[in-house]
Nanobody, 127 residues
Framework: EVQLVESGGGLVQAGGSLRLSCAAS????????IGWFRQAPGKGREGVSC????????YYVDSVKGRFTISSDNAKNTVYLQMKSLKPEDTAVYYC????????????????????WGKGTLVTVSS
């Protein structure tokens, strides 16, 4: 059974930090790019950060550059999103997704197929 399980969300004050984890199972992790997407209330889904170990690429949306860091532990089939200097506008449900063989930028910008989605983890940043 394919699973992408997000964890690490929660409530944090502005300026604080959180680390999200995406644990994958049921597919060949090394063959996939993994992306973090978010959806804020009343807004569309946005690609936040993506990583492709196969292509050695990462991508960050402009609004999180310098604050978020994506990393992958292929031995644990897990991708992390370290989030620092959080802002209220970062409040959203964060989802991880897996794209077969995708380049990070294309995955995050919707130009690559997504095979699997997680159920999401809520991040709330209070002002």
């Amino acid at each position: 059974e394919v699973q992408l399980v997000e964890s690490g969300g929660g409530l944090v004050q502005a300026g604080g930090s959180l680390r999200l984890s995406c644990a994958a199972s049921g597919f060949t992790f090394d063959d996939y790019a993994i992306g973090w997407f978010r959806q804020a209330p009343g807004k569309g889904r946005e690609g936040v950060s993506c990583i492709s170990s196969m292509h050695g690429t990462t991508y960050y949306v402009d609004s999180v550059k310098g604050r978020f860091t994506i990393s992958s532990d292929n031995a644990k089939n897990t991708v992390y999103l370290q989030m620092k200097s959080l802002k209220p506008e970062d409040t959203a449900v964060y989802y991880c997704a897996a794209s077969p063989g995708g380049v990070a930028a294309k995955v995050c910008n919707g130009y690559a197929a997504i095979d699997y989605w997680g159920k999401g983890t809520l991040v709330t940043v209070s002002s």
